[in-house]
T-cell receptor, first 112, second 114 residues
């Protein structure tokens, strides 16, 4: 049972490049979200989705786009990467009736 | 606005010592949820506990215990008889009524020395 799978695990970009972080889940959870983790700042919510076709902004959405065409997938797009987006990104899902977030293993992104 | 403060950045203890992690939160919601997560050196995030705002009973799970005090807006976490495997970053988090947005504290790094 894979749970929440993120790819790639590591990525180095140059400023201005675009890329997509993939997140896939096999838990049939409606709720999916993206967080970024930076030293001394904990995890901050970027975007989230409560179901296919529904997305909303979190605390730090600027510079990121998301879409949710299926229950399983929730990709995070960086259209023009900036050094400030160097971070570790976590995708998380949540089932109905539980408070627990199930996190992927994280994707470490470096923007030069 | 919701806010979680973990004032302790780093804590270092010797094995078998007890360690208490502080968490203070701010919210205007009357119903909310509090969480603790553990992030070991391998980097994954591990759920430890969820507490509803209307349930102020303290909880114990093995060597872990949690003290929820609504009057002081605190949700502290104690590890009793710490072990080297407890070395990790611990995050406190606060969720809104619908639990769609989780606000995390900055984390406390716990180092347990043998």
């Amino acid at each position: 049972n894979a749970g929440v799978t993120q790819t790639p695990k590591f990525q180095v970009l140059k400023t201005g490049q675009s890329m997509t972080l993939q997140c896939a889940q096999d838990m049939n959870h409606e709720y999916m979200s993206w967080y970024r983790q930076d030293p001394g700042m904990g995890l901050r919510l970027i975007h989230y989705s409560v179901g296919a076709g529904i997305t909303d902004q979190g605390e730090v959405p600027n510079g990121y786009n998301v879409s949710r065409s299926t229950t399983e997938d929730f990709p995070l797009r960086l259209l023009s990467a900036a050094p400030s987006q160097t971070s570790v990104y976590f995708c998380a899902t949540r089932g109905v009736g539980t408070g627990e977030l199930f996190f992927g293993e994280g994707s470490r992104l470096t923007v030069l | 606005a919701q806010k979680v403060t973990q004032a302790q950045t780093e804590i270092s203890v010797v094995e078998k010592e007890d360690v208490t992690l502080d968490c203070v939160y701010e919210t205007r919601d009357t119903t909310y949820y509090l969480f603790w997560y553990k992030q070991p050196p391998s980097g994954e995030l591990v759920f430890l506990i969820r507490r509803n705002s209307f349930d102020e009973q303290n909880e114990i799970s093995g060597r872990y215990s949690w003290n929820f005090q609504k009057s002081t807006s605190s949700f502290n976490f104690t590890i009793t008889a710490s072990q080297v495997v407890d070395s990790a970053v611990y995050f406190c988090a606060l969720g809104d009524l619908n639990d769609y947005k989780l606000s995390f504290g900055a984390g406390t790094t716990v180092t347990v020395r043998a």
